[in-house]
């Protein structure tokens, strides 16, 4: 293993949620990879997306709750450029052996990347009202 991969590990952390013999390898990387890389850098994830409805969604914070999910959820699934940002930002963590196994399953991977990354927002509404400006 390499400096930079072995950088990356220790920077992330363990891995988060339940692994077992009978994990599919979807979920060893979701959990052993891609938890413990959300956790890391939800700091940006909030500041991507605060960014993000400043430019686009500027009546965010007059929307009920359940727009603001919805709007969550649309922007990461429906607005391509900042998928890819944000795609980029967990990526972007990944040590080269990981990349390798993601590149070979990245359609299915990539889906549950970004449902973890919508759960995840979805479950810090609180915050971007706390952040209103």
């Known amino acids: 293993m390499n400096q930079r991969d072995q950088l990356i590990k220790e920077i992330r952390g363990e891995s988060l949620g339940n692994v077992s013999n009978q994990s599919s390898s979807d979920e060893l990387f979701q959990n052993e990879v891609l938890r413990p890389i959300l956790k890391f850098q939800n700091d940006l994830f909030i500041a991507s997306f605060l960014n993000y409805i400043s430019k686009y969604k500027r009546d965010f914070y007059t929307k009920t709750v359940e727009n603001k999910l919805a ?5 990461i699934q429906k607005d391509i450029k900042f998928r890819n940002a944000l795609k980029g930002m967990i990526i972007a963590l ?7 196994l993601y590149i070979q399953n990245s359609s ?3 889906k549950r990347m970004m449902n973890l990354l919508i759960e995840r927002l979805k479950s810090q509404v609180q915050l971007f009202e706390n952040l209103e400006h």
């Open 108 to 110: 299915s991977l990539n």
């Open 71 to 75: 709007i969550i959820e649309n922007a």
């Open 94 to 100: 990944f040590t080269t052996d990981e990349y390798s």
